[in-house]
């Protein structure tokens, strides 16, 4: 298991398809608060001004005509020839404030058996106004659901805020296409041997459309199922 470095080499990997309104404050966000990140955006062919605002802060853009976001998180590590010590993830609508990164990488730093740090967005400081009610109950089901199942305990499973050591994710090939990719994330992680560990985060309404459907949880559930018989 890695060892705590001196200087971390980090790649801040999100996806986006339509985010004109969130990329640019997550990107600047993101920067502030990481010192010498790299930042690769995959686009899903926006047909707005997203890859254009991405570019312009800095960040290297990649296209990918993808299934989804697992399809495009998926495509970019199996592509990543440069070797980091930490990928992070974060969605691309500034839901997820970037502030509290140094501390996630001050945890996966301190503590070699932790393969991965995740925002928990349901905490005292959680406000179900920024999230509608259907999906907080969804949300919460598949987290209770998620437990159950996998035998990976976490309080928010399906958090879009993520430090993960690039030598779990390096051979990954994951399946998932869609917004299960966080529930199989999970899943490696622990089959790994490595420890998965959470910190309280507050959660931003989003800017721009919101994505995620009723639907999409059906596909995070079958996943989910998916992964048991692994």
């Not at 609508?93 to 070699?112: G, H, K, Q, V």
């Not at 999906?135 to 199942?149: D, I, K, S």
């Not at 499973?157 to 993960?164: E, F, T």
């Not at 721009?208 to 048991?228: C, N």
């Amino acid at each position: 298991m890695k060892t705590k470095s001196l200087n971390p080499s980090i790649l801040v990997l999100m996806a986006a398809l339509d985010e004109e309104e969130g990329i640019g404050p997550t990107i600047e966000d993101v920067e502030e608060h990481t010192i010498d990140a790299q930042i690769l955006v995959v686009d899903g062919f926006s047909k707005d001004k997203t890859a254009e605002i991405a570019k312009d802060l800095g960040a290297r853009v990649v296209y990918r005509e993808c299934q989804g976001k697992g399809d495009a998180l998926g495509h970019a590590i199996h592509q990543l020839n440069e070797d980091f010590d930490y990928i992070i993830f974060i969605d691309a609508d500034y839901t997820y404030p970037a502030e509290f990164i140094p501390r996630m990488l001050e945890i996966i730093e301190e503590n070699p058996h932790v393969g991965m740090v995740c925002g928990n967005r349901f905490n005292s400081h959680f406000h179900t106004e920024r999230m509608n009610d259907l999906f907080y109950v969804g949300n919460r089901l598949l987290a209770f659901t998620h437990n159950l199942l996998n035998g990976v305990t976490m309080r928010d499973p399906l958090s879009g805020l993520r430090v993960v050591r690039w030598n779990i994710l390096r051979n990954w090939k994951p399946k998932a296409k869609g917004f299960d990719i966080e529930v199989e994330m999970n899943h490696h992680v622990e089959k790994q041997g490595y420890g998965i560990s959470e910190i309280d985060i507050p959660y931003r309404r989003r800017l721009g459309e919101k994505k995620l459907k009723a639907r999409h949880g059906f596909q995070i559930l079958k996943r989910m199922m998916a992964d048991v018989n692994l």
